[in-house]
């Protein structure tokens, strides 16, 4: 490239092109600095879920489509559709929509709203307890009952929609920040006014003790306006349900049987599908349950209230919304596809408690299926708590775990293929059960004794007297010497177990019942010849077989005679603990054997005695107010149990969110209980209240203007303090190093006789210089990478020519990787070349050897020291030959030959031994006219500052 081409294209002396390229790096620069702060902030201030999907564009139903009144099309949450917006009445299986369609069997994936949970939960809208056939109507404000303990949680709701139904955890006992939303007596936070989208507010819930073992021991004294409230059913409902469920539910010992074992006849018997049409009679509960071969979360619903209060249960149909998805640490969103409905059921002295028959798995995978379908951004896969013990995700088995699934974590007395029993109570078909480590002595007479459960203390049992396959009638049973009465004409009897570690059961007179038994006689009192499949057909099988089988002897109506069993107790207690373990709370411990309460126990802590238990087995106990590992006991000779409480210590942190802490800038608090955040705790700085935790645990507090600033979070009878050290003499130490670089820059300023006029003159001289540098950097690298890639493809060329050999190339390459490596050496000059006096030997040293590279190599450090440019290494070989030719006068042509045949062999293909004779020809020149002018006195221009000032290409 000649001179004129180099000045054409990157500008001759004006640096006006050099300046709008510069402008344009440094716009992009800046650009890409922005985005990398930016996003994080926004998505921290709410305005997005995360950054990567904050910046996706979303498809239609992946977002809130409505407008800021939060006022949609026809089917949009904001205009009526899903559980935001629910009324006092709504059917089951029909139109509720505004578009004519159930919100519980929408599968759109538009945002309803966001929350900030410390835990994932279902989200509360409406409940009803008046059954009407075809639907749910609301006869008044809702039972708030909470007679046990619960655990505190703490969550803040932002609607997407507008709504007139806000979202709560069961049971709401507070709102905060809250405008327009106010708690019913019934515990239902609704709107003063409609609430539009945008509106948030912060709900402080306790949930219910869910643990099985407590809902277990729970019994049936409901008090009467519950019980007569939440057990109505209309007359035809209750004739065509009630003996259906009482097949279902056969032996189910407690309430909390009772609806394990109705929830997993549902789950078991029926599918789910959203393509379902509606029940075509009067009586939806009774359709699904006899008729239907599938249905959705309205139609499970319905169908277990409607069963369990066949059973004088009380129970009650609610609506709202499922977790969600999980878009960040405790944050959630909450869709129009996640409305749902599931059912509350009352246990006496502990209160609403929520079950959801709805097959869970399913239900997830329908909802994964819609939200992938949708091209929503990320992955959906929650998993979610319905029932007590219950836990399933879309990836999990038919129904999940737990006690709607089969699994083992509902022990109790069951029968049937409806219900698994546990290891430890083996149920056989014919009722009847000897459990290991109870079986009995061998017998005294020809009686066989049984009992239908694990004798544990206080637990009613039904003991079974036979003769071979033949009931016994008549004879008196006593435990441990205490006769419990005369059996029946069934062959049973039932009496309350002693706290005692073996019971003996002793059984005298009665007679066998002869024909009677054969005609089903043993099957007990009332009960039917023949069940539904679906509550276990066997059982009548099982009749026929016992009466063909009989003895002809027995069925004579033979006296057997005495008999006098022993079976083994079972003394180990459960010890249920339920509400916030923390120091210095209570919460409500509840003792169990077997499901069997445990009443007027002693409970000790740490050795302690604190409270006795009631007649349901529970008590109020107080916790150490210190933290560290509290034992709980319980006893009640010669039951006893034993549970470790871990009481976790207050911590506080502090993160400021400068560098370094500086009095008046925010520093975020933390405070956490062990491994878990305190939300709403007291935050003091300095003894002064600045705020209280949020739901994630966390306060921005602004440090004070002093040398230290003590921080106190307080929480469950403790406090924990911590230090900020240095918030003042921080600030005092940045503005001293400020003023004392000030003051270095005016001493230096003045030793070179500073004018403040001339400021501005060098700012500006400063940022062109600041410029040029940029723009020569670009394109010098720039050229230096076309240079190479040219000098690549002349080498390949000439490998598949034949002129260079592959071992010439690897050379070539080794030769140019060995004087990269010397370019980046700190001191080295451009392009490998020598920089100025002193430095020409330094290309000897590393060089690979070619005498002619050499040659020319050094011919250019001879020039350079001939040349008067302060930094050769900072100049373009064409700026130094323009310095040469304008200030210093040397001769143009003997300059422009050096440059070129430099360049060429720099950094393109030319050999080298093609370029000495030139080079050194040029060279001679150069030095032979600074030769004659140092004779005549030297160049008047030669030392000027010139080099600054070069242009030229490169």
Known sequence: MSDADERFEFGEGGPTREYGVAALAVACVVAAILATALIPAAASVGLGDAPAESLIPLPAGAENRSGEDGAGPPGAGGSGFGALNVGNSTSVGGPIGENGASPFRSQDTEVHFRVRSQESNYWRTGAYDTYTGSGWSRSGPSDATAPARGEETRYRVELVQAASAAPTVWR??????????????????????????????????????????????????????????????????????????????????????????????????????????????????????????????????????????????????????????????????????????????????????????????ERLRAEQSAYEDSDAPGQYAPQEEGSPGETFSADSGENGTGPGTGTATDPGTQEGPVATPPPSTPVTPSGPVETPGSEPDEPTSGYDVSLNRTAAPGAVVEVTVEAGAQPVAGATVAFDGEPIGQTGRDGTVTGRVPFVENLTVTVSGGTTTGSDVAAGGSLGRDAPQSLPSASGGWLADRRRADASNRPSDLASGRQAGNTSRSFEVATNATLSVSGDVRTGATVLVTATVDGVAVPNATVTV???????????????VALPESPGNATLRVVRDPVAGERTLELAGLTVGTDPLWPLPFAGTPVEVTARLGNESVAGAPVRVDGELVGTTGVDGTLAASLPFASSASVAVAASGQTARTTVANPLGNVVGVALAAVALVAVAAVGLARRSFDPRAVPRRVAAGVRRLARWTVRGFVGGAVAA??????????????????????????????????????????ASPGGVAGRSGDSTAGRDGDDGDAAHLTIREAWGRFLDSVSVRRPGTKTPGQLADHAVTADGLPAEAVATLRDEFRAVEYGPRSPDESVPAVEAAIERIESALDAAEDTGGDATRGDEAGDEGTGGN
């Open 172 to 361: 709401p006992t507070n709102l905060e920040q809250a405008s327009g939303v106010s708690l019913t007596e019934g515990g239902l936070a609704r709107a003063d006014d409609r609430l539009s989208s945008g509106a948030s507010y912060v709900g402080v819930s306790r949930t219910p003790p869910r643990d099985p073992a407590v809902l277990r021991a729970s019994g049936r004294d409901y008090p009467d306006e519950i019980e007569g409230r939440y057990t109505r059913l209309p007359p035809s409902a209750a004739v065509s349900l009630r003996p259906f469920t009482n097949n279902v539910t056969e032996g189910a010992e407690s309430p909390y049987e009772t609806a394990t074992r109705i929830e997993r006849w549902l789950e078991t018997n029926k599918e789910y599908s959203l393509n379902v049409s509606r029940p075509s009679g009067d009586n939806v509960a009774r359709e699904f349950v006899t008729r239907m071969d599938a249905g959705y979360c309205e139609h499970f619903a319905t169908a277990m209230v409607t069963m369990l209060r066949s059973q004088e249960i009380p129970a009650r149909y609610v609506v709202g919304y499922s977790t969600g998805r999980q878009v960040g640490a405790n944050t959630f969103q909450v869709r129009a596809m996640n409305a749902h409905a599931w059912v509350e059921v009352y246990f006496a002295d502990v209160g609403w408690v929520r079950f959801d028959p709805t097959p869970g798995a």
């Open 606 to 620: 740490d050795g302690e005695p604190v409270a006795r238990t009631n007649g349901d087995g529970r008590a109020d």
């Open 786 to 827: 076309a240079a190479r890639l040219r000098a690549t493809l002349a080498h390949l060329r000439g490998l598949i020519a034949g002129r260079r050999s592959p071992a010439e190339l690897l050379a070539a390459l080794g030769a140019w990787l060995d004087d990269l490596s010397r370019r980046l050496r700190p001191g």
